[in-house]
């Protein structure tokens, strides 16, 4: 069982060593930084769309106060008037 963990340390150390190897820990570590950016920006991105709903609920609330209120026209009637009699002066 030593010989086995033994040889199995000597494998993992020669793996260490090599340079495909260094690059693909390099590579995994750059994608774990990028992972945890993309994370923060994510958390960013739920607050500006409570402030977005927010605001568009006010300018809904402005849009509805400031609209021109519709007033009724007057009634007109289409009976003619009787004509006046020419007074003579």
Do not use: F, Y
Not at 45 to 73: G, H, T
Request: hydrophobic share 35%.
């Amino acid at each position: 069982m030593s010989i086995l963990a033994d040889r199995g340390e000597d494998v993992v150390g020669k793996i260490s060593e090599l340079p495909s190897t260094q690059r693909l820990l390099e590579a995994a570590n750059s994608m774990r930084v990028r992972a945890e950016e993309l994370q923060k920006k994510v958390r960013g991105i739920d607050a500006l769309e409570r402030r977005v709903a927010a605001l568009e609920k006010k300018v809904d609330q402005l849009s509805k106060a400031s609209a021109p209120r519709k007033r009724a026209a007057p009634k007109r009637t289409t009976a003619k008037r009787p004509a006046r009699p020419k007074t003579q002066a």
